[in-house]
């Protein structure tokens, strides 16, 4: 801040917190925790009061290599000097760059870049759509996507959500979509049938490989690889939605390597740019079906975004994150599985890939993952619900093994306050 005052001395600096100014001028979408952040480094943030907290969100699953990375300033810095935004009206070293990287360390050929993980679906969806009208002569194409699933706030990414909380009050809904239950392949080859039956009429099926924000459900190997063969043998598209588990998240690059299975179509967002905002398409050769006009993002693909990105691949390969993420991922694993032995009575599950992890609370317990949210924070560790009974833990894939022993006691701490909480609601709800 000290070097920005002489510029704007009239400007109040963003660490002095106001919430009144805050609640006033700023919409009320979000249910928010009662603290204002507004200093990081490495795994560690500080709130506008001087707390420090561990933290095991990343900016949900975003912060791939921490806070203030000193790879990660040296590349804003760098492309803030020398060239930030131009448009797609012209070539974009830097986005080249990164969609060679993209395409060479996966199972893609070609990359669309945007903002988000709901844009990045977007246009999987609609180059989806393009291909079966283009190659499969389907007029009204049906997308199928999973109960539970996560694909993002837009109207047709929350049309591709199959959880209705997130649709209630927005219809009309986008047509052609249509959902199964997630991991079970009867229930596809069923629809497939009924919906199939004499003409075809299903473009793609659009999958997460694991199922971030609807539990920490992984994919099981044996049905995505009974999808895959479905889809081979019936031309539908495989997308999957990579936003929360790809760059490296689950201890492999991308999670459709958990499945022993490629895609056709994945997206990209969350860890891509280390909290920068970028989103990616990635289809195979034979998908590529987007011409010029098609598809278009006036901010996609900038400098900056794709420069600092492809800092970010650069450092996950030369600091070896994705193997971090994987040995840190079973540490973390081991320890919360201790912890489920000690609170039989609140932990029903552990589970998850690398560093994404869920812990299940059991059904007879009052606790739900938020009252365990609340408490982490007071022990000094953030992490984030996925649904009412799943606490998430995502911490930045640069997290060392203290950090992971020091989240654990902080959790422990946290877990032994609801325990007490929790059990004394639980005997006041039967009265
Ligand atoms: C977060 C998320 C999205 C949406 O990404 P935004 O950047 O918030 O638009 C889509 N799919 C999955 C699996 C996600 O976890």
Redesign the pocket.
């Known amino acids: 801040m000290s070097q920005l005052s002489p510029v704007l001395p009239s400007v109040t600096p963003a660490t002095a917190f106001n919430p009144t100014q805050f609640d006033t001028y700023v919409m009320a979408t979000y249910g928010r925790f009662p603290i204002a952040l507004v200093r990081g480094e490495g795994c560690r943030v500080w709130d506008s009061e001087g707390r420090s907290y561990l933290d095991f969100v990343s900016g ?3 912060c791939t290599l921490g806070h203030a990375h000193p790879a990660m300033v040296k590349a804003i810095t760098g492309q803030i000097q020398r060239l930030h935004h131009v448009s797609n009206l012209y070539y974009i070293p830097e986005q080249g760059a990164l969609a060679q990287w993209l395409v060479e360390h996966s199972c893609a050929d070609r990359a669309f870049f945007c ?7 977007e246009g999987a969806i609609k180059l989806a759509r393009k291909y079966a009208h283009l190659h499969r002569g389907i007029e009204q194409p049906v997308i199928l996507t999973a109960h539970a ?6 109207l047709a ?1 929350i049309t591709a ?1 199959g959880q209705p909380k997130y649709q209630k009050h927005f219809a009309p809904l986008v047509p052609g979509f249509h959902y199964i239950p997630y991991n079970d392949i009867d229930a596809l080859r069923q629809a497939v049938a009924d919906l199939d039956g004499s003409t075809p009429h299903i473009a793609a099926i659009l999958l ?1 490989p694991l ?3 609807g539990g920490v459900r992984p994919g099981e190997r044996h049905y995505f690889q009974q999808v895959r063969q479905l889809c081979d043998d019936t031309g539908i598209l495989l997308i999957l ?5 790809g760059m490296g998240r689950t201890g492999r690059l991308w999670g459709y390597e958990q499945l022993g299975i490629e895609p056709d179509l994945l ?1 990209s ?2 860890g891509l740019g280390g909290g920068i ?1 970028i ?1 990616a398409m990635l289809c195979q050769r034979h998908c590529d079906v987007l011409q010029p006009g098609d598809h278009a993002s006036t901010f996609g693909g900038n400098p900056l975004a794709c420069g600092v990105a492809l800092q970010v691949c650069h450092t996950l390969e030369t600091d070896d994150l994705v193997a971090n993420a994987q040995y840190r991922g079973e540490q973390l694993r081991q320890g919360l599985s201790d912890l489920a032995w000690r609170f039989p009575h609140l932990i029903a599950d552990v589970r998850g890939w690398g560093l994404i992890n869920g812990l299940e609370l059991t059904a007879d317990t009052a606790v739900r993952a938020i009252d365990v949210v609340k408490a982490a924070m007071a022990a000094g560790l953030l992490v984030v619900p996925a649904g009412a009974k799943v606490v998430r833990l995502v911490p930045p894939l640069i997290v060392t093994a203290p950090a992971i022993e020091e989240a654990l006691a902080r959790l422990s701490q946290a877990l032994s306050q609801v325990a007490t909480a929790g059990g004394a609601s639980a005997e006041a709800g039967k009265g």
């Open positions: 949900i699953a975003t903002n988000s993980g709901a844009e990045a679906n699933s996560f694909h993002g706030r837009t990414t959500t997460e199922q971030g924000e939605d990579e936003v929360q588990v997206t967002a969350k905002p989103g």
